[in-house]
Nanobody, 123 residues
């Protein structure tokens, strides 16, 4: 069984930074692509960023490109999302997810999910 636990969310002002963490336990972490998604109230869960199994390849949603950075530390079984220059429209619950294989943006291709961490950006 795989467990993913997010942390690092909070209430910040526009322009501030946050770093989210997702700690994995259970099956081997290093062999899987990892991703961050987010869901704002009343909206669909959307792709934010993803990283392949060894960190050599990443992909970002256009809305966060240049502001967010995804990274992973396989020795710590942890994936990170560094969020800079935060905007009110970044307010959402952020989820990490795991899948076998390469990076994809379709959330239905991810088989394990964390419980989410709330990020709120005030203007």
């Amino acid at each position: 069984q795989v467990q993913l636990v997010e942390s690092g969310g909070g209430l910040v002002q526009a322009g501030d930074s946050l770093r989210l963490s997702c700690a994995a336990s259970g099956r081997i972490f290093s062999g899987y692509a990892m991703a961050w998604f987010r869901q704002a109230p009343g909206k669909e869960r959307e792709f934010v960023a993803a990283i392949n199994w060894n960190g050599a390849s990443t992909h970002y949603a256009d809305s966060v490109k240049g502001r967010f950075t995804i990274s992973r530390d396989n020795a710590k079984n942890t994936v990170y999302l560094q969020m800079n220059s935060l905007k009110p429209e970044d307010t959402a619950v952020y989820y990490c997810a795991r899948r076998v294989g390469n990076i994809v943006v379709d959330r239905t291709h991810y088989d394990y999910w964390g419980q989410g961490t709330q990020v709120t950006v005030s203007s």
